[in-house]
């Protein structure tokens, strides 16, 4: 059953009075990455896509140490990266993607991961997305990132119409104050983890239920599933009723 986003965005009160029920709901929300520094949380933002970070922290222990610094890595031939970080997926484009970053790095910024949107960007495998959890999460800077959970919640939530992550991003931030932008994401991103979840969020156990703008839609959709159901069903069964034998003629 694919659930449709709401088709109108929730008033600004109600959409503040969700967050502030996120944020309390995920006092201590971080990223479920490990790392120890921000050449290693870039890497693994770099692994993370498409696979769970879960996945992402198996993998990084061996990575690091034995490609421990971006100069390390740099001189890495990306057939070596690839066998192992190939349980991540992609591993190939990955593999090619951190070797390149490591060598940009290097290059361009003496090994050193750069606080700037604009120069993380120009790293290969960095989007906007990638570029906004290193500055949210290793230099704590103002950003906020739109990965899939973030996207989908963000959308039953009614806080958003917004077809692109950069609109996702525009019309969130424009709901919370710029010091708590780092810290929304997460909130989003673990209630998406937890609960508002795809393909079907569990509604009963969402602290943000009775407001929220799609259990009604869930609820109808269930309602119009479950009659169709029904007629299909009825249906089946007089096509498969045996026609009534004709009386048999009486034996003279």
Not at 73 to 82: I, M, P, R, S
């Amino acid at each position: 059953m694919k659930i449709p986003f709401p088709k109108k965005i929730v008033s600004h009160e109600v959409a503040e009075q969700e967050l502030a029920i996120l944020e309390r709901a995920y006092p201590q929300a971080v990223t479920a990455l490990h790392y120890t520094n921000p050449f290693e949380l870039l890497v693994s933002v770099i692994l993370s896509a498409q696979t769970t970070d879960t996945r992402v922290n198996l993998t990084t222990p061996t990575l690091f140490k034995k490609y421990p610094t971006p100069q390390a890595l740099a001189k890495a031939k990306v057939g070596d990266v690839e066998l192992i970080i190939k349980s991540t997926g992609f591993f190939r484009m990955k593999a090619k993607n951190i070797v390149s970053a490591a060598q940009d790095l290097v290059d361009k910024f003496g090994g050193v991961v750069p606080n700037d949107r604009d120069a993380l960007q120009s790293l290969a495998g960095v989007g906007r997305k990638t570029a906004s959890v290193v500055m949210s999460v290793a230099f704590e800077d103002a950003a906020f990132a739109v990965d899939t959970h973030v996207f989908r919640v963000s959308h039953r939530l009614g806080l958003t119409l917004a077809t692109t992550p950069l609109g996702v991003e525009e019309d969130v931030t424009a709901l919370v104050p710029r010091e708590k932008w780092r810290f929304a994401h997460h909130w989003l991103i673990l209630h998406g983890r937890e609960i508002c979840k795809a393909p079907t969020p569990l509604c009963g156990q969402c602290p943000v239920n009775k407001i929220c703008p799609t259990p009604p839609i869930i609820a109808k959709l269930t309602a119009t599933t479950a009659a169709g159901r029904i007629r299909r069903g009825a249906k089946a069964a007089a096509t498969r009723r045996p026609a009534r034998p004709s009386s048999a003629k009486k034996k003279r």
